[in-house]
């Protein structure tokens, strides 16, 4: 069992939500698994990942935590490690994949440093050498949160002077977007 | 029928992955129904969502767009307004709720501004109006994307000098954790 699931239900939720079936999604999934489990049943946790590939969706699956709803925050640092707090006293866990204990499964470690190029390495071996590893490539160490746990707060609502649509005041007399950060233009088609 | 699904089915599958039915989901997925159709069936779709509120969850749960498969950008400008654009053109749609076709809708009007507090407005009500004003409320417009359509690549990996963690060369001679940004402290009891 895995976060509470059979291996099947476990993997067949994994290609639903994200599409394929990726190694770092199940080995995603083993370190919530984990990290749930050192911090306890009936704790209303958090979370924080470190990574923007795979690790959010890992949390968004297998715990309450969503981008959406604010109990997730993602950190691109490209780190593949992530932690669940409790929400109230901002104690918790971090978990991480640990390099080191990664040199024992050689299709593991090779995935994880980028050493092979995919067409060399399947994603089923890979998820075979995760399975095979499980708990034994992770560390942990019990935290305190100092950062990032505030939730984000809606600020005051207003109508762009520039554009016209609702945007947040805090962000000035115009909205980000027509500050420049605009992604897009008319279809010139 | 939305997204492919009975009213009764949207509304579960909000309440399961986002923990409640909250009116920003709601009205996500009836923005992200009419953006596929005027994008069409059958093309393969990334998103860019412009708030951090809701409507992340409203594309991961009706598109096969995830943060953690990279197709879905999120931006935190706090503007309720999405874009799914076809990943070769970058040809597309943003759909934005019109502020001023919401005054028709006063529940919905006063929630959307937050001009009225929760206790005093219901979900159930605000969600009566969004349902009962589906469409109505939305403006949107053919774009091209000149931005964030690039797919995050992985960098190449390494080992930190500080904390000896795997992290992505590109940051440096040490992780973005170590160079100050660290967000938890070891748990002090």
Known sequence: MICGKTIDEFLSEIMRFHGFKAPGIVLGGIMVDYCQELIGAGVE????????????????????????????????????????????????????????????????????????????????????????AERNVLSYQAIQITQHSDRHKKGETGICSSCGEAYSLKQGTSCLSCQGHCYYIKNPN
Chains 1, 2 share one sequence.
């Not at 309450?64 to 901002?90: E, F, H, I, M, Q």
């Not at 440093?113 to 995919?118: A, D, G, I, S, Y």
């Open 45 to 132: 946790a958090d979370a924080i990942v470190e990574s923007i590939h795979c690790l959010p969706d890992a949390v968004q699956l297998f715990t309450p935590c969503t981008v959406g709803n604010g109990w997730l925050k993602v950190l691109d640092w490209d780190k593949y490690a992530l932690s669940l707090y409790n929400r109230k006293t901002v104690l918790g866990f971090r978990i991480w994949v640990d390099t080191e204990k990664t040199k024992s499964y050689p299709d593991l470690y090779n995935w994880y440093m980028r050493l092979v190029p995919k067409k060399e390495l399947s994603s089923e071996r890979v998820i075979n050498a995760i399975f095979t």
